[in-house]
């Protein structure tokens, strides 16, 4: 449950940086952080494949959001 809880308020965190990023290119590189910080979490075994896959659906539809804006 706590690791669930880091994970949510970890990802509120990187969405707000997305949102106040003035530039697409700003709002992607946050993104791929994002991106490769739960890769990250899966190598080490930190996240199952399925966290790993409904996290990283999470960063492309959010990070899409804001394309189509």
């Known amino acids: ?7 949510r308020v970890w ?9 106040e990023a003035t530039e697409q290119k700003d709002r992607d590189y946050i993104a791929m952080m994002w991106q490769g910080f739960i890769t990250g979490l899966r190598l080490t ?10 996290l990283s659906r999470e960063i492309a539809e959010y990070a899409e959001g804001f394309e189509a804006a």
């Open 1 to 7: 449950m706590q690791k669930e809880q880091q994970l």
């Open 45 to 54: 075994n930190a996240v199952t494949w399925k966290e790993y896959q409904e």
């Open 11 to 19: 990802i509120q965190k990187q969405k707000c940086l997305i949102s």
